[in-house]
Nanobody, 116 residues
């Protein structure tokens, strides 16, 4: 059974930074497409960043490109989302996802709140 556990969320002022982590168990993250999604109240869940399986290629949504960086540590079976220059509109629950064809697994989410 694949399990994903996120951590690192919290309350931060505009312009601040947070580093989210997603630890996987029951599988090796290298074989999966790994993604970070977020969902704000009243909005649909949206893709923020992803790393294609078996590569180090990261892709970002237009809203976060240049501010967020997604990385993967195969030895720790963990993916990270370094978030800099945070804005109030980045406030959301952030989810980690592992995808491989029709198989998709989600973490429980971690709350990020950007407010002064």
């Amino acid at each position: 059974q694949v399990q994903l556990i996120e951590s690192g969320g919290g309350l931060v002022h505009p312009g601040g930074s947070l580093n989210l982590s997603c630890v996987a168990s029951g599988t090796l993250i290298y074989i999966w497409d790994m993604g970070w999604f977020r969902q704000a109240p009243g909005k649909q869940r949206e893709l923020v960043a992803r790393i294609v399986r078996k590569t180090d290629d990261a892709n970002y949504s237009d809203s976060v490109r240049g501010r967020f960086t997604m990385t993967r540590d195969v030895a720790k079976n963990t993916v990270y989302l370094q978030m800099n220059s945070l804005k109030p509109e980045d406030t959301a629950v952030y989810y980690c996802r592992a995808g491989l064809g029709p198989r998709i697994f989600w973490g429980q989410g971690t709350q990020v709140t950007v407010s002064s």
